[in-house]
């Protein structure tokens, strides 16, 4: 069965690179092998060929041993592999600057590595980390990795093959109206008075991929409406707040397609919940589209919660 190494490379902060590395233990052989040059295929792939604007766009590299024997990987961890990105006029995409920052600072650690026979070594790499890919259009994406051949002071190259992913106009993620749904539960439908009421908002991410929500799981977007049985507002509970403004462009959480966010609401906080009877409670929430500062409105299911003595 063919087993494999992954490597991940997680995603660059504002100026570094954070790097997680999973290798499996090293075997014995037999000691016998061949030159690096005739050891090795790589290969490159992603999920899919189209992608957003600012979306991670991953490339999975194979590297094989096509032989029967064991073969030496060097390794320079976190850049396994060079990577060549051209734009659809054949240009050069200019490298991130924390690209060239990590080129400029060299490999955190060289290894050589011993690959089985007919064994794969894999890494996931977000290209657009490295390569300013601000520019809707086609991409073309190719990896390659140097070999030093023993007692020869020659560079051997083995490149991949040329893939092609195209950048659309559009902005991951999705902020779209049509996004998401929002439902209301209370934790408990009986309290007694004086007893926590809890109610659940649930942002539900309706569509078939990811879609952006303001940072801080969007507390402070919130408000709702708490009506006695008689229709009534409940009085609130005057707070000194001080004014928080998001700014829909600044910072957003991403929910990934078909996926909730829950935020649970502590009523008596900001509602005088001062007598028995029936209270009816609808969540509204601010969603800011994406990478814009408008927003839209999202309203609740209306939820009822019992106060008995």
Same mark, same amino acid.
């Given at each position: 069965?063919?087993?494999?190494?992954?490597?991940?490379?997680?995603?660059?902060?504002?100026?570094?690179?954070?790097?997680?590395?999973?290798?499996?233990?090293?075997?014995?052989?037999?000691?016998?092998?061949?030159?690096?040059?005739?050891?090795?295929?790589?290969?490159?792939?992603?999920?899919?060929?189209?992608?957003?604007?600012?979306?991670?766009?991953?490339?999975?590299?194979?590297?094989?041993?096509?032989?029967?024997?064991?073969?030496?990987?060097?390794?320079?961890?976190?850049?396994?592999?060079?990577?060549?990105?051209?734009?659809?006029?054949?240009?050069?995409?200019?490298?991130?600057?924390?690209?060239?920052?990590?080129?400029?600072?060299?490999?955190?650690?060289?290894?050589?590595?011993?690959?089985?026979?007919?064994? *794969?070594?894999?890494?996931? &790499?977000?290209?657009? $980390?490295?390569?300013?890919?601000?520019?809707?259009?086609? #991409? @073309? /994406?190719?990896?390659?990795?140097?070999?030093?051949?023993?007692?020869?002071?020659?560079?051997?190259?083995?490149?991949?093959?040329?893939?092609?992913?195209?950048?659309?106009?559009?902005?991951?993620?999705?902020?779209?109206?049509?996004?998401?749904?929002?439902?209301?539960?209370?934790?408990?439908?009986?309290?007694?008075?004086?007893?926590?009421?809890?109610?659940?908002?649930?942002?539900?991410?309706?569509?078939?991929?990811?879609?952006?929500?303001?940072?801080?799981?969007?507390?402070?977007?919130?408000?709702?409406?708490?009506?006695?049985?008689?229709?009534? *507002?409940?009085?609130?509970? &005057?707070?000194?707040? $001080?004014?928080?403004?998001?700014?829909?462009?600044?910072? #957003? @959480? /991403?929910?990934?397609?078909?996926?909730?966010?829950?935020?649970?609401?502590?009523?008596?906080?900001?509602?005088?919940?001062?007598?028995?009877?029936?209270?009816?409670?609808?969540?509204?929430?601010?969603?800011?589209?994406?990478?814009?500062?408008?927003?839209?409105?999202?309203?609740?299911?209306?939820?009822?919660?019992?106060?008995?003595?």
């Amino acid at each position: 069965m063919r087993r494999r190494w992954f490597v991940l490379i997680m995603t660059l902060t504002a100026s570094l690179f954070a790097t997680g590395v999973r290798l499996q233990a090293q075997q014995t052989f037999s000691g016998k092998t061949k030159p690096v040059a005739d050891c090795f295929a790589l290969s490159i792939k992603t999920e899919k060929d189209t992608f957003r604007l600012k979306e991670p766009i991953e490339v999975a590299a194979i590297l094989r041993n096509v032989t029967d024997l064991a073969c030496k990987i060097p390794l320079e961890i976190p850049l396994v592999f060079s990577m060549t990105v051209k734009d659809q006029n054949g240009r050069d995409v200019p490298r991130t600057k924390a690209f060239q920052d990590a080129l400029k600072a060299g490999p955190e650690k060289k290894i050589d590595y011993p690959i089985p026979a007919r064994l *794969d070594f894999e890494t996931g &790499e977000i290209i657009n $980390n490295y390569f300013s890919m601000e520019t809707p259009g086609v #991409y @073309s /994406v190719t990896f390659s990795k140097d070999f030093y051949q023993p007692g020869t002071g020659r560079i051997a190259k083995i490149t991949s093959n040329t893939i092609k992913v195209k950048v659309s106009d559009l902005v991951y993620p999705r902020s779209t109206p049509d996004c998401f749904t929002l439902f209301a539960r209370p934790e408990k439908e009986t309290v007694k008075l004086g007893e926590p009421i809890r109610v659940i908002g649930i942002l539900q991410n309706r569509v078939d991929e990811p879609c952006a929500a303001p940072w801080m799981s969007g507390r402070n977007d919130y408000s709702m409406t708490v009506k006695n049985e008689s229709g009534a *507002d409940v009085p609130k509970i &005057e707070r000194k707040q $001080n004014p928080v403004n998001f700014g829909g462009s600044s910072s #957003y @959480s /991403v929910i990934p397609a078909q996926k909730s966010e829950e935020n649970i609401f502590l009523l008596n906080e900001n509602f005088k919940f001062d007598a028995p009877g029936e209270y009816s409670i609808t969540l509204v929430r601010k969603v800011y589209l994406y990478p814009t500062t408008n927003s839209y409105q999202l309203t609740s299911n209306t939820v009822k919660v019992k106060v008995i003595q």
